[in-house]
């Protein structure tokens, strides 16, 4: 089961609903929980430290696809991660990647922003096409926003629908779950309140020690489906 979480604004809260679905998902299935870290930050968001090399290094080399494993870091008994490593993340070795990852494990990405077709090129358009690759493959993929208007405006103006989506939720804001239902086209999996306690546990690197049960259990239906 490969699930991608991605967001169409930087600030979603992409990469701490990855980290809290994986492990959620790694707590309640006898199966194990891979995480992949398209971003950078899943390293520091657990407080370990930052590795030397890992899938950007990969993708540069010829190495076979089951090396991958020699660079995974156990987070707990049963998670692991692999980090992004050093370096632009290219997509010529998309398929070896994604057949490596369509496993019988339970794969969580964190693919961070997608960025809206027609925007310049730049030297990271590779990387932004392994990004949308892994979204297009996965059998879960996650749009995780907030009830904003330009949030979803972008997310509307993708050629692509997410399966579900996991909605970041803020005193103040003016639209509705409903609301963003409407203009997705897709259903609101959980709904996950800003919370203190985890903008504490993830400054302070302790998420896996430190988990915010609240949190976990606004992902239960989403992680039920993995």
């Given at each position: ?5 991605w ?25 194990p ?9 899943l390293p520091?968001v657990?407080?370990?430290?930052e590795?030397?090399?890992g899938?950007s ?5 010829d ?6 494993e ?17 370096g632009?993340l ?5 398929d ?8 019988d ?8 922003v ?14 932004h ?26 997310a ?30 897709a ?10 306690d ?22 239960g ?6």
């Open positions: 089961m490969l699930v991608t979480c967001s169409t604004k930087g600030g979603s809260g992409t990469t701490v609903i990855a980290a809290l679905v994986s492990l959620h998902a790694a707590h309640d299935r006898d199966r929980v891979l995480l992949i870290d398209l971003c950078g930050d520091a657990f407080g370990s430290a590795p030397s090399s899938l290094e990969w993708l540069r080399s190495l076979a696809s089951c090396s991958l020699r660079v995974l870091e156990e987070l707990t008994p049963n998670l692991s991660l692999l980090s992004r490593g050093q632009l290219g997509a010529r070795r998309a070896e990647l994604v057949e490596w990852l369509t496993t494990a339970t794969v969580v990405v964190d693919a961070g997608l960025r809206t077709p027609g925007e310049p090129p730049d030297d990271s358009s590779s990387e096409e392994l990004r949308w690759r892994l979204a297009a493959e996965a059998d879960r993929s996650v749009l995780v926003t907030r009830p904003c208007y330009l949030a979803l405006r972008r509307v103006s993708l050629p692509v629908r997410p399966s579900g989506v996991v909605l970041v939720t803020e005193a103040g804001r003016a639209l509705t779950r409903s609301d963003c239902e409407r203009a997705i086209g259903p609101v999996l959980a709904t996950v309140a800003v919370d203190p985890i903008a504490r546990a993830v400054d302070a690197g302790m998420l896996r020690t430190r988990v915010p049960k609240g949190a976990l259990k606004s992902l239906r989403l992680s039920g489906e993995i």
